[in-house]
């Protein structure tokens, strides 16, 4: 079974309006972390935003933030306020076990988002 | 946060040949990664390189293909030998500090095999 989950391959949003990217994980480890990275046409990875298994509240940095559904097992990404440099390659990745431990990255598939006027 | 320096970012070479790719880091870390991202695809670990071990290699992926070496804490490289077209790619080193939550990735290697 597929550990991350992107099912969508591509999104349109208006300039100015906000969209969300789902992420749907599976694990059997209590403690995990959820990350999402933007991946512009350069290729590096620009992190985004990071939620801890055990975190009461949605983690939010500045235009993004993230809908952490625990029981369903969801993380998805909600961008505000789109701007035309949003446009990229958006990647969910997971990390099970505690934070530091070396335990790797595992990623969706990716959603790429295009911004339009 | 950390600055990951990689070199080079791009390079085209011919089949056969082989290639280091380097990952330098301003800091000292435990743990550095090695990931691959096949053209139009999600990112896949190739290796976990600690210093003073062997790296440890993912399924699918060989050290006799993908050499790494790791002799100290804030460097490490990875060889792409005897190239194939299949392996043109990104690759993408990646730290994690211990205090830290975030995962930080130097800014790719694209490689053409031709």
């Known amino acids: 079974a597929q550990k991350i989950t992107q099912t969508q391959p591509g999104m349109f949003v208006q300039e100015k309006e906000a969209v969300t990217l789902d992420c749907t994980y599976d694990t059997s480890d209590p403690s995990y972390g959820l990350f999402w990275y933007k991946q512009p046409s350069s290729g590096e990875m620009i992190f985004l935003i990071y939620q801890g298994s055990y975190d009461q509240q949605n983690a939010t940095e500045g235009r993004y933030s993230l809908n952490f559904q625990k029981a369903r097992k969801s993380a998805n990404l909600v961008i505000s306020a789109s701007q035309l440099g949003d446009s990229a390659m958006y990647f969910c990745?997971?990390?099970?076990?505690?934070?530091?431990?070396?335990?790797?990255?595992?990623f969706g598939t990716g959603t790429q988002l295009k911004v339009e006027l | 946060s950390a600055v990951i320096s990689q070199k080079p970012s791009r390079d085209i070479c011919q089949r056969g040949t082989s290639l280091t790719i380097q990952c330098q880091v301003d800091s000292q870390v435990t743990m550095m990664f090695w990931y691959r991202q096949q053209p139009g695809q999600s990112l896949t670990l190739i290796a976990t390189a600690n210093q003073g071990s062997e790296a440890t290699y993912e399924s699918g992926f060989v050290i006799d293909k993908f050499p790494i070496s790791r002799p100290n804490l804030t460097f490490s490289t990875l060889t792409v030998s005897n190239m194939s077209p299949e392996d043109s790619s990104i690759y993408l080193c990646s730290v994690e500090f211990p205090a830290n939550t975030e995962a930080f990735f130097g800014q790719g290697t694209r490689l053409t095999v031709v």
């Open positions: 990745a997971m990390r099970e076990g505690q934070s530091g431990g070396g335990n790797k990255l595992t």
